[in-house]
């Protein structure tokens, strides 16, 4: 008698089928999770550095390196070219103004103040003889001049008695108009003479006026020429220290030549290297200060070179007060050069997370400093140590400082103590 199999429902292939069908489902499942919720890693909290935030005194400034320099320099420079014949000094001598410090020779210069000298001289003697020519001129004028008037008095006193004979026709009408003839002749002589007198005196002054003109311009001539050849002995220009001397005897200088320089020691002054960056915020009258064997000294800005030059660009610094006794030329300084005033503000350590951030956002650690997580933050001015906080965090505070190299796309961190 045939027997009824049953059908079984749970057979093999059913239940290997709805299997992987819960596999791929619990798959797709959990990939949703995960890529739904936060990204975390295990951080050892050793290896990170946690910085607190905390409100104090903030000041923006930057550190600058500086080189001390004398208050003024003076330079030496040739005058006069010439060859190094001799040197009084050696470089680094303390100098008083006026002090020799080497001299130089110039034959050519030499010899047109010679030649110079002679044409004075020349000139200085012909201006003699002139004004000998002018008073022997002026005797024999005047010795004329009195015989032309003697000569006239006489022909008056004639003609005046022969009037009178001839009005009592004591004489002829031709010996009448003789004598009369003789004084008017006499008269227009004496004009003459007076007028000629008249014209060399002017001529003769207006002769020795331009030979003294002449006189007085080769003079100044003389006197430059004096001048540049007294300047082959270079001389100190101002009390202070010889520094620079570049000069050997028998070296031939030229015209113009650097030969050294005068520093005047009476005070120093800082010349600073600022990066080109700041330009627009450096002026005269900013602070600065430097910590010079122990004592903090401060100082301002006297003078901005505006030319830039590898990015950088210069300004003069001066002390303030009193000036280091220690200080010396050429020393270097490290100096904090303020570019904002002294204010209150939420600080926060400076540190390797900005690289990565930005400033725009950083790893907040929780109260019980478990787990820091990410948060958006905004920054304000900084200094080698602080950045300015100005929203996304409070006093208190405690944030990861250190770099976020090998976070990515972290979003929280999970702080484990180091084994």
Avoid: C
Wanted: charged share 25%; glycine share 8%; no cysteine.
């Amino acid at each position: 008698m045939d027997r009824v199999i049953e059908k079984k429902y749970w057979n093999r292939k059913k239940i290997l089928m709805i299997t992987g069908i819960a596999a791929v489902l619990l798959l797709i499942g959990a990939s949703v999770y995960l890529t739904s919720g936060k990204s975390k890693l295990n951080v050892e909290s050793d290896r990170i550095t946690i910085s607190e935030i905390k409100e104090g005194p903030f000041q923006e400034f930057i550190p600058v390196n500086g080189v001390v320099l004398p208050v003024t320099t003076i330079y030496l420079d040739a005058m006069e070219g010439g060859r190094v014949e001799e040197k009084f000094v050696e470089d680094g001598a303390i100098m008083k103004k006026d002090q020799p410090i080497l001299r130089l020779s110039n034959t050519d210069l030499e010899l047109q103040l010679a030649n110079q000298e002679t044409q004075v001289f020349n000139v200085l003697t012909q201006m003699q003889i002139s004004k000998n020519n002018s008073e022997q001129n002026s005797i024999n004028r005047q010795n004329q001049d009195a015989d032309v008037d003697n000569a006239l008095k006489e022909a008056e006193r004639l003609f005046n008695v022969n009037k009178k004979l001839y009005e009592k026709k004591a004489i002829g009408l031709q010996e009448f108009q003789s004598s009369q003839n003789l004084y008017e002749y006499q008269v227009r002589r004496k004009k003459l003479t007076e007028a000629i007198m008249k014209t060399d005196a002017v001529s003769m002054k207006q002769q020795v006026d331009q030979m003294g003109e002449s006189y007085g311009q080769m003079k100044k001539t003389l006197a430059l020429m004096q001048k540049k050849v007294g300047d082959l002995i270079v001389r100190a220009p101002v009390d202070g220290q010889l520094t620079s001397l570049d000069a050997e005897i028998g070296q031939n200088k030229n015209k113009g030549e650097r030969l050294g320089q005068i520093d005047v020691t009476s005070g120093f002054k800082v010349r600073v290297d600022v990066d080109e960056h700041y330009i627009s915020r450096v002026f005269n009258g900013l602070k600065g200060d430097a910590l010079i064997a122990g004592k903090n000294y401060s100082l301002s800005i006297k003078k901005v070179y505006t030319q830039v030059t590898a990015g950088r660009f210069q300004v003069d610094m001066q002390f303030d007060d009193s000036i280091p006794s220690s200080i010396r030329r050429g020393q270097t300084l490290q100096i904090r050069l303020a570019l904002s005033d002294e204010r209150r503000a939420l600080l926060l350590a400076k540190g390797g997370f900005y690289q990565q951030t930005g400033g725009n956002w950083i790893f907040k650690v929780n109260e019980n400093g478990t787990v820091a997580y990410k948060i958006d933050i905004q920054l304000g001015s900084q200094n080698p140590d602080y950045y300015e906080v100005m929203q996304g965090l409070k006093p208190g505070d405690k944030v990861i400082t250190s770099s976020y190299e090998n976070y990515g796309t972290i979003q929280e961190l999970v702080l484990k103590k180091g084994q």
